[in-house]
């Protein structure tokens, strides 16, 4: 059964990064489009993610991981190739009902970390269930590529023009149009 997508306001949810390499980097970096309260734990981190906590003011814990690191967490991306490390923090954040995800290890996520395209407002995960992450990949780079280049400047025009009208199917029917009009199917 495929996953649900699900957009989540990262804004004031903590959530613990376990490794620092170049996974582990690579998914901080989009965290950050979404949420400065990372904490970061690793005995060993790489100069990217140095430079990182330092620039972004995340918290950097030197060190293996220890079970209260999931204290007060809402989210955990295990990013090491640990196995039964994985395995350890996906059961130990199950029972304390945290969302986590263990990078290549579908058996031990209860969600999926989806490829991500970001333009200001505007974000499009593809996923496919965590089956084929090279397939999400190649969808990503395709759709990136259809996209117009002025998308943020639309959504900003549509955001001024939703605020002028009163809720309802009028309001609506003019910014379907007004879409129409600024991204055509050509």
Known sequence: MPLFPAYIDLSEREVLVVGGGKVA?????????????????????????RELVKKHGLKLRRRKFLTGDLRGKDMVIVAVDDLELQRRIFKLCEKKRILCNSVDSPEFCNFIFPSLIVRGDVVIGISSSGHAPALSKRLRELIEKALPEDLEEVLETLKEERKKGIKGEERQRKLIELVERLIPLE
């Open 25 to 49: 980097t690579r998914k901080v970096e989009n965290l950050l489009k979404f949420t400065r309260r990372i904490t970061v734990v690793a005995p060993k981190v790489s100069e990217r993610m």
